[in-house]
Structure formats: C-alpha cells, structure tokens
C-alpha cells in the first residue's frame, strides 16, 4: 500500500516537473498537449470528452478530502492533488481545457464557464457585496451593462458608468466624491470598447486601484478582454487582477459554442471556482472539448483574422461611400494622440473588430447589409466567417438614444468582425455591397 501511493507520488512530480518544463516552449506549441497525459487514455493523441456526470472515489478519505478542498473548507497541501468528484465540480475536460488556457495571458489559474456571461456575472457576484460601488467603462457590452445596472440593483450594489474616452479624468472626476472613495470594491473595463474600439488604459486603472486598497480590502480590476485577448493584449501583465472572456467569440472562434473565462491568481479563481460551483454555471465536457479544437488553432485563425482586418480597413478608408473607419490600426498617431499612446503601450495588435461610418443614415445602412452576400448579416464575433451587423438597432439597442450620440453609434455606424475568408473576397463583397446603397 505504502509503496503504491509513494510510487503514484513519485509520477505525479514526474509530470509535474515536465508540464513546468513544457512553459519554456510558445503557447501554439503546447495547445495540442498540455495539461493532457495521453496514458491515462488509452493512448489516445486527441483528450476524449469525458461525458460522465460522476466519478468513482478509490476509498472514503480520498471522498472526504477532494470535498474538504473543493468546498474551499481547507487549502490543498502541498502533498495532494486535487482529484476528480462530480461534473459539476470537476471534470477532465473543464480542468485541461483551463490548464492550456492560462498560457497565453501567462495567468496562474483559469476558470472556464458555460458562457462569457456566466463569467462576466460570477466575477460580479463573487467580489461585490451590498453597499459596494463598482465602476465600470462605457461603452459595455450590453448583457454585461444590464447585469451590473440591473441585477445588482436588487442586492444594493451600486453601478456607476464613465465614458471609456478619457476614461483617467473621468474616473478622477468620479473619486472626488468621499462616498464613492469609500464604496468603491471592483473596476470593470472593456478595452477596446465595443462597437467604437475606444482603448482605457488598463494601468492606470491598476495604480488607482492600488492607491485606493487598504490591507483589509483589496480593489478588483476586471478587464473584458474578449476583443483583443488573447493574443494581441494580456491585462494582467498590465496590473489588472482578472481578465474575462467570451469564449464564444475568438478562443471559441467556429460560431459553434457559447462558453466564458476568467483568469488571474489562485486565490481569486479559487474563489470563483467554489461560487461556479453552486451557481452551477460551469462549461460542460461537451464544450470544454471543442474549446480544445479551437485553442489549437487559435494563434493562425487570429493572425490570419487581423492581416485582413488590415487590409479591409485601408479599403474602406479610401472609400467614396465611407465616411469615417474605427479601427486601432487607422487610430491617429500624432504625438498628442492619448489614445495612441495607450495603444503602443496597451495592445500587441490592431485586432479584426472593424466598425465604420456610412454616408447616409439607416436606409443606406440597412441596404448596404441587405447587399451583403459572402459576409453574413449577424451579431457575434471573432468567428472564422465575417459578420456584419447595425449596433445602432442590434446589440446596442437598449442604450438611451443621448448616449449613443455621444459614444459615437450612430445610424450610420456599421460593425464587422473580419474572418479567415480570403480578404479580396472579402473587399470584394464589401465593395458590391456599398455601390449598391442607392439601388444602383
Ligand atoms: C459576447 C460578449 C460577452 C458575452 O458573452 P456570451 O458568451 O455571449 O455570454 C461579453 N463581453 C463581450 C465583449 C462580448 O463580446
């Protein structure tokens, strides 16, 4: 018996020892890997999907102690690993699937859900409590500014939004007030902001909620990193405590799934992973294995996405029909361009979110989506196949018309997600589509 688990202990260092070797290699080069001991598969190359809803304990003290640690009533020792309960909790897939995802935003833990919105909303949950003051950037994306505005109302969590643009002095602005310096628990930033690409500087945001922290309690940065994440920017490098995705959107990137993440230190996704626990809100095997196919091809689906994002976007800039391009690689690049400055500072890229302006107002609009053929008029991002969509009347519909003016999303306002299509085509399409506006 004895000889047994110390064997047991010895391969659990061995492997342990050759996945911490594994991280000198880049993170594409370990998506078909880590995490994933083909031995324990029957030699499978590919991890299986595990589709069981329970699994059986050797002996009642191994039951008893993965519930000690899984219900957070103790720390796992150094001497144990964390074994497999109940889908709900854990599961193969869930656990290699979490694994690979913290190599690309160099993130200790990873905790992976049943959609981005179950992320967005579990992070909330977990690190807000009545009389707390979040503040959070805008534009958001829309299920997320419903949640904090209007889910967390009823727990006596107060949500106050500052314009992304300028976001430094507005959120100076907004700590002059004494109650507001007091309340403040959480900082909640979309960067680049959806539809308009309008950067926050991810650091700044770090430092004042440094200086705001006291030894008792900690102020959570949470940045939505699912426009440019995870290749082309790592907010915890940048100080920020946890980092959200829609996985639905690039690390899914087959418009095939909805799944969410978050990532940060062990603490913090401990946390999270005993609240996803009872909110039951976890990624199932299912989706946990086609995350695995996707993250193999991540790096070539969103390197190829941006070449013809570039493209696309210098095309519609030198357009008649166009009046005016958001994309991070058409930003001003003047000396006294702040948000250039957070870009260089910021983004490791200009991403494949393109959004423009069309002369005219929605009839042109309209007619132009309608014209559409290879691109496919629908919401959603980060796919393989280009999507175009109207945020004005689509996903951003539920913002008070005022607002909208201000941030910039007009009738006129148009926004792609650019796929892996080839990008004459995709100019091509765009091209057709635009000269037939006024039925031409
Ligand atoms: C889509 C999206 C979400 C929500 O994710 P779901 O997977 O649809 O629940 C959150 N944030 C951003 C920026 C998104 O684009």
């Not at 299986?48 to 640690?69: D, M």
Request: overall charge negative; aromatic content about 8%; proline content about 3%.
């Amino acid at each position: 018996m004895t000889v047994t688990i110390e064997c047991e202990f010895y391969i659990q260092q061995f492997y342990q020892k050759k996945s911490m070797s594994d991280k000198k290699y880049s993170p594409e080069s370990l998506m078909m890997s880590y995490g994933y001991n083909p031995e324990l598969s029957e030699g499978a190359i590919k991890c299986p999907i595990f589709q069981t809803s329970t699994f059986v304990f050797r002996n009642a003290q191994e039951g008893k102690a993965f519930f000690e640690i899984a219900y957070g009533k103790r720390a796992i020792r150094a001497s144990e690993e964390m074994g497999l309960i109940y889908s709900r909790i854990n599961n193969p897939n869930l656990e290699i699937v979490e694994k690979r995802l913290t190599l690309w935003d160099g993130a200790a833990d990873a905790a992976v859900f049943e959609s981005g919105m179950s992320a967005v909303s579990t992070v909330l949950m977990e690190f807000l409590k009545p009389g707390d003051i979040v503040l959070y950037s805008t534009p958001l994306y829309g299920g997320s500014h419903h949640f904090l505005n209007h889910v967390l109302s009823k727990f006596g969590i107060r949500a106050i939004g500052f314009d992304a643009s300028d976001a430094d002095k507005n959120i100076e602005d907004l700590l002059r007030d004494e109650d507001v310096r007091r309340k403040v628990a959480l900082i909640y930033l979309e960067t680049p902001a959806n539809p308009t690409n309008t950067l926050v500087d991810i650091k700044y945001c770090a430092d004042v909620a440094e200086t705001l922290s006291t030894a008792e309690k900690k102020i959570i940065v949470a940045v939505d990193n699912t426009y440019l994440g995870p290749i082309w920017q790592h907010p915890l490098q940048l100080g920020a405590d946890l980092v959200i995705y829609s996985a639905t959107k690039y690390l899914g990137g087959h418009s095939d799934l909805t799944a969410g993440a978050v990532l940060g230190n062990s603490d913090h996704i401990q946390r999270l992973k005993v609240m996803r626990t009872f909110l039951g809100n976890m990624c199932s095997p299912n989706t946990a294995w086609l995350l695995l196919r996707s993250l193999e091809t991540l790096k070539v689906r969103m390197d190829q996405q941006q070449a013809n994002a570039v493209q696309v976007a210098e095309f519609l800039d030198r357009h008649e029909r166009v009046e005016k391009v958001h994309y991070l690689g058409l930003i001003d690049r003047s000396e006294s361009s702040k948000q250039y400055q957070i870009y260089k500072d910021q983004c490791l890229g200009s991403g494949a979110m393109v959004s423009f302006h069309i002369k005219g107002g929605e009839q042109e609009a309209f007619a132009f989506l309608n014209g559409l053929r290879l691109i496919k008029l629908a919401v959603s991002l980060g796919g393989t196949e280009s999507l175009a969509e109207h945020p004005a009347t689509m996903t951003h519909t539920d913002i008070p018309d005022e607002e909208k003016l201000r941030i910039g999303i007009t009738e006129q306002l148009i926004r792609i997600s650019i796929g892996i299509e080839n990008a004459k085509d995709i100019i091509a399409d765009l091209d057709r589509a635009l000269w037939m506006i006024n039925g031409d």
